[in-house]
């Protein structure tokens, strides 16, 4: 504590006048230090509490959560941030305001960290929340037929606890940073609240998803076999004079063109000019770069249902549903089927979407590959309608991403899937297909990082004859003793299909035993089937071996962030 200024003792000053002189001093600057004291304690007494969660599986509701919390802040709020698998340290019963922000997975269902918080605010027996106030932010794709769904299902449950709406759902799709600006802002509207935007701190210079970095392919090659009936392929790409890092876990931005074929026979069958301006811009240029001109969302039939005025379209969604039609069509369809007649491209271009960039696990460590990242890549092909169909950014890496071309890209960090920073931890990683991607990765790291944990590593494919991804470079982390364990399941190479969950049933003794040690459990890939069966398998093998309560067990990996998932 610093010391009250004294009056000097060879001032112009008897002894008596200095006393004086010293303890006016000290009571000024006793009363200053009062007042300033009073009005902190009053200022924080008066600091409004605006809780913010986020539901996240990606990463993104957390940025935006994290981002509005700081801004909050910064204005004089209070405004702690919680993953929603952490409610057990707020207590929304004494809560004014509430914010929270989800994302959607699956057939409408909550993200991995949500699924505990979804089930406690739905119990039957949960308070009533009268004097909550909140808003909720959904974050979702338009391509999947339940957008926003968990945005839509967390502000319906709220008002059924009695909790009061400050401002309407916001709704996001793939490019959502405008729409959640626009959220948060309406939210600062009803708060009162100017926001105060830390400009100065920006970067613009600096490469990202506005922003991205055009990189030259060093390396493309399928990674399957010619017989195979699979087409995976492992991409490296050039980092140099980016500034750009990354971690083993995190997530590569990667911008497709369009199929120029595709742009072809829809500007034929739309009668269009190709080389016709549209601000500037030739058309068939803009059908490339800029708009999504193959998945069908329901805005975008509806539109064109109102645009044809076709009896017959109508009637098709009539007899079936909106869903059911969208299945396994694309905008092609439409056009083909229920001609439009538009006087300039420009009608057209005002019902597509904004050609949005797809994201994939990174397969390289940062490490072990300076200035490069490698991602690998399954190309989806198949038959519908009478028609064939190709994944928009997985034939374009596939087919049209060649060597020394270059690629916009931009990194994204997974917060929710790191390796345990004691290199030291066990880990189990169930991979199948593309889903080694990650693995990959992890083993990189650990090998640079000279780790002594243990690593096991479930794969599958079809044909390990064909489809066997990255053995070589299996086979020599498993000579090194990077990976201590590999564990395959071959579906189609014997009579009854095997997967990968099969095979963890066969180990269950021995994977109880890691996750005994303090394992960290990771799966990554397919969300609608393989990560629910590999969840019920795992959930199994804590019963039968270590005779305790799954339910309890996992619920305590995930908050000790040993269960963790990278799952599409």
């Not at 006048?17 to 200022?43: D, F, H, M, P, V």
């Not at 990082?449 to 064909?466: C, I, M, Q």
């Amino acid at each position: 504590m610093p010391t009250t200024p004294q009056i000097p003792t060879n001032a112009p000053f008897n002894e008596a006048q200095r006393l004086w002189l010293n303890g006016y001093i000290a009571g000024i600057i006793s009363q200053s230090a009062t007042e300033r004291s009073s009005q902190e304690s009053e200022k924080k007494k008066t600091k409004k509490r605006i809780p913010i969660v986020f539901a996240s599986q990606s990463g993104n509701s957390q940025s935006l959560a994290e981002q509005f919390g700081n801004e909050l802040e910064n204005t004089g709020f209070e405004a702690p941030v919680y993953g929603a698998e952490e409610f057990e340290d707020f207590d929304l019963t004494n809560e004014e305001f509430l914010l929270l922000i989800s994302s959607t997975w699956g057939d409408g269902d909550p993200p991995d960290n949500a699924v505990d918080f979804w089930n406690h605010i739905t119990s039957e027996d949960h308070p009533r929340l009268e004097k909550l106030q909140y808003s909720v932010l959904g974050l979702g794709d338009k391509n999947y037929l339940h957008f926003c769904a968990m945005g839509e299902k967390f502000d319906s449950r709220l008002k059924e606890l009695g909790a009061k709406r400050l401002t309407p759902r916001g709704e996001c799709d793939v490019d959502y940073e405008e729409t959640a600006e626009n959220w948060f802002n309406g939210v600062l509207k009803k708060l009162d609240t100017p926001i105060k935007k830390e400009t100065s701190k920006v970067n613009t210079d600096a490469y990202s998803k506005k922003n991205p970095f055009s990189a030259k392919v060093l390396l493309n090659k399928n990674l399957n076999e010619q017989e195979s009936q699979k087409q995976t392929h492992h991409i490296e790409f050039d980092l140099s004079g980016s500034n750009l890092s990354y971690e083993a876990g995190d997530v590569l931005g990667i911008y497709p063109t369009n199929d120029p074929e595709l742009i072809d026979e829809l500007i034929t069958n739309l009668n269009f000019d190709p080389d016709e301006l549209v601000d500037d811009k030739k058309l068939k240029e803009i059908l490339l770069y800029d708009f999504d001109i193959r998945n069908l969302t329901k805005d975008f039939v509806l539109a064109w249902l109102d645009k044809s005025s076709s009896e017959s379209l109508g009637q098709t969604i009539k007899n079936t549903s909106l869903e059911e039609y969208i299945t396994g069509r694309e905008i092609i369809d439409l056009i083909v089927d229920y001609p439009v007649i538009f006087s300039e491209p420009k009608q057209f271009l005002s019902l597509l979407r904004k050609l949005s960039p797809r994201l994939y696990s990174i397969s390289s460590s940062p490490n072990a590959n300076i200035d490069k990242v490698h991602i690998t890549v399954a190309k989806v092909s198949y038959e519908s309608h009478g028609r064939s169909r190709n994944g928009v950014c997985s034939a374009y890496l596939a087919d049209r991403c060649r060597k020394n071309d270059t690629t916009n890209v931009f990194l994204q960090s997974s917060k929710h899937f790191k390796l345990p920073q004691d290199s030291s931890i066990p880990i189990i990683m169930v991979g199948p297909g593309t889903g080694i991607a990650p693995f990959r990765a992890f083993l990189q790291e650990r090998e640079f990082l000279k780790s002594s944990g243990k690593s096991w590593l479930f794969f599958g494919n079809p044909h390990e004859g064909t489809d066997f991804l990255y053995k070589q470079e299996l086979m020599d982390f498993q000579n090194k003793g990077i990976l201590s364990k590999l564990s395959t399941a071959w579906s189609r190479d014997q009579e009854n299909k095997i997967y990968v969950q099969d095979v963890m049933a066969q180990e269950g003794k021995e994977i109880w035993s890691w996750l005994n040690e303090g394992a960290y459990f990771y799966v990554c890939g397919d969300a609608k089937y393989m990560a629910k069966d590999v969840d019920s398998c795992l959930h199994e093998i804590i019963e039968e071996h270590g005779k305790v309560n799954s339910e309890s067990y996992i619920k305590e990996m995930k908050k000790e962030k040993r269960y963790q998932r990278d799952v599409y």
